[in-house]
């Protein structure tokens, strides 16, 4: 013997109950088999909400009740040949008479009890299992229709009827040794008890009654068809990579499906365990798919953990105060408040000093959960030994479930730091000694992302996904989308990320894409999204609270900078090309940098000094492995370079310049380049990174610009140059008449800064530098007399573009 059970969505209309009978009809070649059925889909629900409105006077339940007699007469229609259809019609009218009348009474005594809630709620299987034993019947296939009120015996407590199995066992046994038949079908969820009323076993009642019926008989296997292919690593509708699982012991499933896993009823397995027997959970829509194996000892995968479930709608109570502490009864009395409620206690757990216990409960009972307990403690807070009950609510639980776990050190710490680095926050943690489950009470707010966390950490060996939103598009951030794009294979292949481009941002346009933004056309798309608006990307950012976002400034924009503490806050990395972040105030520096600490995220900011080139990082190296800085010399600004490389006095210094500015070595106002300040900047941002204390007004600036170039618009800068060209010239010569070559150079030596245009001689480090390029001289205590050095291209947009990436790369490793 085998039981079937298929549920409502598979037998929603005659489409899919055509697929059901198509599955049963292989089935019975195999073995004897008990077929158990839920209502058409969404039938239970019409019925229940007919009866709360003639409770409440309304007489729209008429329409609900229409609704549901249109529904069955279609299937019988559709289903059964017009020359049997007239007996089937019959019985569905006059169930849906039986119905009227009922809520007709319950309209007239403005009275809607749990008795009659089952009554009214029994009708959908009872008519739906009808319907498909006749199908059958039309088909040729003899079998027998059992009403299951005959068989299961409950007690009387309506809606959650609690199943006399001693009784029901020796029904069911009884009644098959009596008729037999290849196929019998049964309408699930319902029941009655020992006076024959009808009772329910509780939504998803329909998986009990199988796995009743299958214990009952000692059946070969239970098969719980449904609309998915098993249950599975995760919820598919908040982790799109959630995947089957192939085989799970009882207990497993048991803590999944209490967890919110809905594949199967939470009861089901209990009766099925006793006995031993296998259950599948199989797809009515894809009845080849192998689905998931449910056994006492399953197949182990590799995998420590099998699955991850939550539950909504929790609140979480506490209950504190100093005079629980070394006081006996306290835990007690406080579930027995709650006991005498009938409030279910879904989580505990309590601190070793006693001073408070916290559990968690359905958040509808918050209220009703806060009057009891006050008031069995009413004493103890009037005397302010205890306070009065606390409650949060829009909580969730998530947890990490599978038997593997035991005795596996480092879960737990896996789990947390998952989370904690996606700025997840705990509210409550609980670990039965069986370590078969490990739950965590979060913001419900955060659930999506902490299930995709988690099942990355445990499951993915796929990928990892990042989750970037870029604000600036010119020259190097669409060189950064170019790479990104180009990069995409080799980074989840070898890498296993995958980068996903989520949001996009200039100064005109603004656009986000929770699936990814497709790069091969960025630049079409963004030109169709709505005006940019800098706060309202971000609020976006944070509400949509993607897992392991990255934020990547690639503006000069002191507005944009001004939002890294709101990103850093939520634990979102910062990645900064923009220099205004790190060269601001140092009490700003500072904070951000402990931001990025206290929040489990990064701020990274290596294109702020030499582009793509590894200075910050290599600077960074020397300090944590416990050197120490003493001196820096360092040509810092490819524009300058490339200036004076290209200078001889044949051409005039503002045209070079010009030249610089259109190959992309300028800062968008040049004058930041050649007046000195960018390269106090980064000379100030080296120090601040070698733990130097200093300010933008603490480092000289020897500027060799005359101060009239220095005023005025971007086009008057070009003029006044023009004009100030013998300046220049007898710069130049005077270099060269020296032999030595003109270059910006910054230094930092113990505490002291300075940048300006000094005269290199051959013999010197900075002395062959050619083109745009950049190097930085470290002299350490290790490096004392032949220091560090880090030399190469030290502008254009390319290598800009790289810099930003491998920064992008160092975050989403953390």
Request: charged share 20%; aromatic share 6%.
């Amino acid at each position: 013997m085998q039981v079937l059970k298929f549920g409502g969505t598979s037998v929603a209309n005659a489409e899919n109950i055509n697929k059901v009978v198509s599955i049963v009809k292989k089935s019975i070649q195999k073995d004897k088999t008990v077929l158990v059925v839920s209502a058409l889909g969404g039938i239970t629900d019409v019925l229940l909400n007919a009866a709360a409105l003639a409770a409440e006077g309304n007489e729209a339940y008429k329409e609900k009740l229409a609704i549901v007699e249109q529904r069955h007469l279609e299937a019988v229609k559709e289903l059964i040949p017009v020359a049997n259809q007239s007996q089937m019609l019959s019985l569905v009218k006059t169930a849906c008479n039986e119905i009227e009348d009922i809520c007709n009474g319950i309209f007239l005594l403005g009275e809607l009890t749990a008795r009659s809630k089952d009554r009214i709620g029994s009708y959908g299987e009872w008519i739906s299992s009808q319907i498909i034993s006749a199908k059958f019947k039309a088909d040729g296939v003899e079998n027998i229709w059992i009403d299951a009120r005959q068989i299961i015996t409950t007690n009387s407590n309506f809606s959650a009827a609690e199943v006399d199995f001693a009784v029901t066992n020796e029904k069911v046994r009884q009644f098959f040794s009596l008729k037999s038949s290849q196929l019998y079908v049964v309408p699930g969820f319902i029941a009655s008890d020992k006076k024959g009323i009808t009772t329910t076993l509780g939504r998803g009642g329909s998986d009990y009654t199988a796995a009743i019926l299958a214990s009952a008989l000692d059946a070969k296997n239970l098969e719980i068809w449904t609309d998915v292919s098993g249950m599975m690593t995760a919820d598919p509708r908040l982790a799109s990579n959630a995947r089957i699982i192939p085989h799970i012991s009882y207990q497993e499933a048991m803590e999944l499906s209490h967890f919110g896993a809905k594949v199967i009823y939470p009861p089901t397995i209990q009766p099925v365990m006793s006995q031993g027997i296998p259950v599948w959970i199989k797809n009515t829509f894809a009845p080849e798919d192998e689905g998931t194996l449910i056994e006492s000892v399953a197949t182990k995968n590799g995998n420590i953990v099998r699955g991850i479930s939550s539950i909504n709608n929790i609140a979480l109570i506490s209950l504190e105060g100093s005079g629980m502490i070394g006081i006996p009864g306290f835990s007690k009395r406080l579930f027995e408040a709650l006991s005498n409620e009938k409030i279910n206690v879904i989580l505990i757990t309590q601190s070793s000093s006693e001073h408070s216990i916290c559990v968690a409960i359905d958040s509808s009972m918050a209220e009703k959960a806060k009057q009891s307990v006050d008031a069995a403690f009413a004493n103890e807070i009037a005397l302010q030994k205890v306070e009065p009950l606390q409650i949060e609510t829009a909580q969730s639980i998530v947890a990490l479930v599978g038997e593997n776990m035991k005795s596996h050190p480092g879960i737990s710490g896996r789990m947390f730091s998952a989370m904690g680095k996606n700025g997840i926050n705990i509210r409550a943690i609980a670990q039965g000694s069986s370590e078969k489950n490990i739950s965590a009470v979060i913001s419900t707010n955060d659930v999506r992302k902490a299930i995709n966390v988690l099942h990355e950490e445990f499951f993915e060996t796929t990928y990892k996904q990042v989750n970037l939103f870029i604000v600036g598009t010119g020259n190097v951030g669409a060189k950064l989308l170019g790479q990104l794009k180009q990069q995409a294979k080799f980074l989840q292949e070898q890498m296993k990320l995958q980068v996903n481009v989520a949001g996009l941002s200039n100064s005109r346009k603004m656009l986000i894409n929770e699936n990814g933004i497709d790069l091969a056309n960025w630049k079409e798309s963004l030109d169709a999204a709505p005006a940019a608006d800098l706060q309202k990307f971000v609020g976006e950012i944070i509400s949509r609270n993607l897992r392991n976002s990255v934020f990547v400034d690639i503006t000069a924009n002191d507005k944009v900078a001004a939002a890294y503490d709101q990103l850093l806050k939520k634990s979102i990395s910062v990645v900064a090309c923009n220099k205004i972040a790190a060269s601001s105030a140092y009490s700003n520096y500072k904070k951000l940098k402990e931001l990025a600490r206290e929040y489990n995220c990064q701020f990274l900011f290596e294109t702020n000094v030499g582009a793509g080139l590894p200075v910050i990082a290599t600077l960074n190296d020397l300090i944590r492995s416990g050197d120490r800085v003493h001196r820096i010399q360092a040509v810092l600004s490819g524009t300058l370079n490339f200036v004076f490389n290209n200078y001889d006095g044949t051409r005039k210094f503002a045209d070079v310049v010009k030249q610089a500015q259109e190959e992309g070595y300028t800062e968008p106002d040049p004058r930041l380049d050649l007046g000195g300040t960018d390269v106090m900047r980064k000379i100030m941002i080296l120090a601040r990174e070698a733990g130097e204390k200093i300010e933008m007004d603490e480092i000289a600036n020897n500027s060799f610009m005359p101060v009239s170039c220095m005023k005025g618009s971007v086009d008057d800068f070009y003029k006044e140059m023009a004009k100030e060209e013998a300046h220049f010239k007898k710069l130049y010569d005077k270099a060269n008449s020296e032999g030595t070559k003109l270059k910006f150079v910054a230094s930092f030596d113990n505490g002291k800064a300075s940048v300006g245009l000094q005269h290199i001689d051959p013999k010197h480090d900075l002395y062959h530098l050619y083109g745009k390029d950049n190097v930085v001289l470290f002299y350490t205590d290790r490096y004392k007399d032949q220091p560090m050095v880090v030399k190469g291209a030290g502008a254009g947009a390319e290598v800009t573009a790289s810099g930003v990436f491998a920064d992008i790369m160092r975050a989403a490793k953390m």
